[in-house]
């Protein structure tokens, strides 16, 4: 138990700062150690490691992220651009579609992703248009994570929920999205007021994005993706279906496949293997039920208290760690309402700050490279009001949700 403690403590400092104080080490390093001591230690045997990892949630994530790229390397996602910029005038018309795009394309393509597909786009065309890029890239990683809500293949952590509780991907998708459209909207009015003398007026001129569209390939991709989703909503395992997609989308004279394994994040995968390892060994050693018996962890036992700690814990340890610790509180007889309270709310407390998701922190390091700097307060201005006033309507919505049908 208490190497365990300290292997699982270890690793969730790392994850919350980001990487290790003293040595080089970022979030896919400390997965990695962290699951190779539990194992070296004896808190699990080897065979015990493996069947401790969720491979349903490791080939789902996978799968989405090959289609994602294979649209992407299509061109899609220009040609969307493109289309959405022809019919816009005002600065603020801009926005507004920037928060559309992106919180829609997040809701079914995992929002990290489209957070490194659309970050380059929105600085070329504010940079083309002679315009302050801060407050459209805020509204590309505030709409990538308030859009991701609004399925469960929005996000890693939407993944991993769905893989562990089987919930219906149609009822969590009906329920889920009136409160992305609430946050969309409100990201829109937020930096609208914060922004309005820059967000006023007209857009100048500026020449569509340029760059190779393969048709075919696009109606291709756009099939596939319409008949995952399908799949999705009929009840089939989304792990299955959505690696039959990408297993088709691979088939081709076209494309070299490197071209498509450019677009996957190994790291997240690497992070998501880690840490069904090391939460294996807390698991296994007998400390997680020894905490779960404590007084406090007792109390936990409405879904309220249970909404609150899961924003205050995502925002202390990243929100796919969080998921895997309190995937243990959720209860059996009323699980579909926790789990679906666990995804809503694990992502709303991804915008509080700068560092509260993978989707701010990749909004931010592409803007820097590009000599853009968005700092932690800047960010906050937005991040703090959005989220406290988005756990306030989520609380209440899941109030009236649970009072009428008589759910919890």
């Known amino acids: 138990m208490i190497i365990s403690g300290l292997i699982l403590t270890l690793s969730m400092l790392v994850f919350a700062i980001g990487k290790s104080p003293v040595f080089r080490v970022d979030r896919a390093g400390i997965a990695i150690i962290g699951a ?55 600065k603020n018309q801009l926005l507004f579609m920037v928060i559309l795009i992106t919180g829609i394309l997040s809701a079914f393509f995992i929002n990290d992703i489209v957070c490194l597909l659309l970050t380059p786009i929105v600085i070329m065309i504010t940079r083309r248009a002679r315009l302050n890029p801060t407050p459209y890239l805020l509204g590309v990683a505030a709409a990538s994570n308030i859009g991701s809500a609004a399925t469960l293949i929005g996000n890693p952590q939407n993944i991993l929920i769905e893989s562990l509780s089987r919930i219906n991907f149609g009822w969590y998708m009906a329920l889920a999205i009136p409160i992305s459209l609430v946050g969309l909207v409100l990201i829109y009015v937020l930096l609208s007021w914060i922004y309005k003398e820059e967000l006023s007026g007209q857009l100048p001129e500026f020449q569509p994005m340029t760059g190779v569209v393969h048709g075919y390939l696009v109606k291709k991709g756009l099939v596939v993706v319409f008949l995952v989703l399908v799949g999705f909503l009929m009840g089939f395992d989304p792990a299955i279906v959505a690696s039959l997609g990408a297993a088709y989308l691979l088939i081709t004279r076209r494309v070299k496949p490197n071209k498509i394994y450019r677009g996957i994040d190994f790291n997240l995968l690497v992070i998501f293997i880690g840490l069904f390892v090391i939460i294996g ?78 989707a701010n922190l990749i909004v931010v390091e592409l803007a820097k490279k590009e000599n853009v700097e968005i700092k932690f307060l800047t960010y906050l201005k937005i991040g703090l009001p959005l989220t406290v006033s988005m756990v306030f309507i989520a609380l209440l919505y899941f109030a009236i949700i649970t009072k009428i049908f008589h759910i919890a």
């Open 281 to 358: 060994g807390v698991e296994h050693s007998g400390l997680l039920m020894l905490l779960m018996h404590t007084p406090w962890m007792k109390s936990v036992q409405n879904l309220q208290v249970f909404s609150i700690l899961t924003v205050v814990l995502s925002n202390i340890v990243s929100n796919v760690p969080a998921v895997m610790l309190l995937k243990y509180l959720v209860p059996v007889h009323m699980g579909h309402v926790w789990w679906a309270a666990l995804a809503i709310f694990s992502t709303v407390a991804g915008n509080l700050t700068l560092t509260g998701s993978i």
């Open 36 to 90: 190779a001591l539990t194992v070296g230690t004896g808190v699990m045997s080897f065979d015990q490691a493996a069947q401790a990892v969720d491979y349903r949630t490791i080939i789902l994530l996978f799968s989405m992220m090959i289609i994602t790229s294979y649209l992407n390397m299509s061109g899609f996602f220009q040609l969307a651009g493109n289309q959405f910029l022809s019919r816009l005038n005002g």
